[in-house]
């Protein structure tokens, strides 16, 4: 279309569109050093069923008694329980979220067993269980660290040869059925995600939401850590000796296991086989995850496209540095989005000006097109003259929209998924991580819902101002497109107010900012063209 500011809508809404695509895929992916590329699963993977079960004296006793404990740091509390001494939750603080985790740390075999023991103190418990023929024991202790706990897990084979052996440790259970619709939207599901790190690679599966066989997998690579996000937070799972490999096993539509598969075969008689696991519990936050100097930061990707992501991280990092200036986040998306305008707007006044020449010429074409009516090939063949004549591109309009695509989407993402933002208050608005809410009403209204939201209605007004003023100045000869135009004007912008109005706060921020400097940069070119039509040639 050669209307420059419906191609403008049209970006706005492809955004939010590839956003959700792309964090909707549900491929696996594999990245290293911050390249993503497709991971080719059959390569690595044997069927789960080859592995030989667990040579773990497994007890029939099931606890009739559950006692439950929690475990406190500054940022994170953590359920235990008794039975399986394994932990039941992770529940984080200051963004008061409770992970879709569930069966964590259980030994295959033993999650419903009765433990013994308990929290020595606030910060640490220790559960054991103990038969004729093994002792298994589990410590759980927060380090100094608010957001790293430490595990340990020791087997002692007190048989009198050494028949046990391979043990499954279940890191922790994806359990979806446990979604709270009220709290996690369509779009926020997208960004649930489970991912292993290797020495090849990182193997990621996003919108993990629902689960089947195919999910199934044994990823028999060197072992750097397990991880699990969703929209702000993560888990990952670093075991401190070598790992035989990590087995991902589908229980039913809600529910995936995975599990760490021990690297001995068997353990000596009255010998105790120790295992060490570092979990970090807390939000996605780059510098913090590197600071641990074991990879954590590789959990972070905002595509699994490497050019978007690299300036997704790179928006990243210059709010991050941008904030310790500038105490307000709001402020910083402002100053951030007029430096991205700034930066681009060589690449938006070209595309501007290539449409604004295509219009102008309008009138030229449609005698083109009635004179050689019979003619198509001697009609295209003037057309292409008449461009060249006046020296218009008739892709320039759009080649430098598609160059701007990659920077765009990542920004989008930045601003939709960074930890920055939740709870960060500006104006207004209380949470930039979510929908503005100048007014709450008890009573729910159509379209509108509980809350007024101001700043998607400001966008559709600018939206609507824009329209006008691309209408205003268009040459159109085609009543049908001019119908079509004034159509547009008034629905363009009543679609975005739609799909902008529950979205976060901080995200429409941005997108406020694109469209009042794109009616600046509007405004000039109306008035560049204007006063000189045959600038063109």
């Known amino acids: 279309m050669e209307n420059r500011t419906f191609l403008a809508i049209a970006l706005s809404l492809l955004v939010l569109f590839a956003y959700n695509s792309l964090l909707g895929n549900k491929k696996e992916t594999q990245s290293h050093d911050n390249i993503t590329q497709q991971y080719d699963v059959k390569q690595d993977v044997k069927t789960p069923k080859t592995l030989p079960a667990s040579s773990l004296p ?36 200051k963004f008061d979220n409770t992970y879709l985790l569930s069966d964590i740390l259980s030994l295959d075999g033993f999650q419903e067993v009765s433990f013994k023991g308990g929290k020595v103190n606030s910060q640490e418990a220790y559960y054991e269980y103990e038969n004729d023929e093994v002792k298994i024991g589990k410590r759980y202790s927060f380090a100094q660290d608010p957001y790293l706990l430490k595990f340990v897990l020791t087997i002692q084979n007190k048989r009198t040869t050494s028949t046990i052996g391979q043990s499954r440790l279940n890191l922790y259970t994806i359990d979806t059925s446990r979604l709270d619709n ?22 990621r599966k996003n919108n993990a939401v ?34 035989a490999h990590v087995l991902i096993e589908t229980i039913d539509k809600t529910k995936l296991d995975l599990k760490l598969i021990s690297n001995i075969d068997s353990i000596d008689p009255n010998s105790t086989f120790s295992s060490k696991i570092d979990i970090y519990v807390g939000p996605q936050d780059l510098n913090l995850l590197k600071n641990y100097q074991k990879g954590f930061e590789e959990i972070v990707s905002f595509s699994s496209i490497g050019i978007i992501n690299v300036f997704a991280l790179f928006i990243y990092h210059t709010l991050e540095k941008l904030h310790k200036l500038i105490p307000l986040w709001g402020l910083c998306i402002i100053i951030v989005s007029l430096a991205i305008y700034l930066l681009l707007y060589p690449l938006t006044f070209k595309s501007m000006a290539s449409m604004k020449k295509m219009q102008i010429l309008q009138p030229k074409i449609a005698k083109l097109r009635e004179q050689y009516s019979n003619n198509p090939q001697k009609l295209n063949t003037e057309i292409m003259e008449l461009y060249k004549e006046n020296r218009v591109n008739p892709f320039g309009g759009c080649l ?28 207004w608005m209380k949470d930039l991580s979510q929908p503005d809410r100048l007014l709450t009403f008890s009573t729910e209204l159509p379209l509108f819902g509980h809350e007024l939201n101001l700043l998607p209605l400001i966008m559709g007004v600018l939206i609507f101002i824009q329209q006008w003023m691309s209408t205003k100045s ?62 063109i040639k």
């Open 58 to 93: 497994i007890p029939s006793a099931i606890p009739i008694e559950e006692s439950i404990e929690f475990l406190d740091s500054p940022a994170v509390r953590i359920e235990l329980t008794s039975r399986g001494g394994k932990i039941k939750s992770f529940y984080e603080k």
């Open 182 to 203: 009220t709290k996690s939207p369509p779009t926020e599901r997208t960004l649930i995600e489970y991912s292993v790190s290797t020495d090849k690679g990182i193997i």
């Open 210 to 243: 629902q689960f089947s066989p195919k999910d199934n997998n044994n990823v028999q690579n060197k072992i750097n850590w397990v991880g699990f996000r969703d929209r702000y937070l993560c888990t990952i799972f670093s075991p401190q000796s070598e790992a």
């Open 400 to 427: 430098p929209i598609f160059i701007q695509m990659p920077i765009f989407i990542g920004l989008y993402q930045v601003l939709w998924r960074s930890s920055f933002f939740k709870g960060s208050s500006f104006l």
């Open 474 to 535: 268009n040459v159109v000869t085609d009543p049908a497109q001019a119908s079509q135009q004034k159509m547009m004007m008034y629905m363009v912008p009543g679609m975005v107010v739609f799909f902008f109005y529950h979205l976060a706060s901080g995200l429409t921020i941005y997108f406020i900012i694109f469209y009042s400097m794109s009616i600046l940069t509007q405004s000039i070119m109306n008035k560049k063209f204007s006063k000189n039509v045959q600038s």
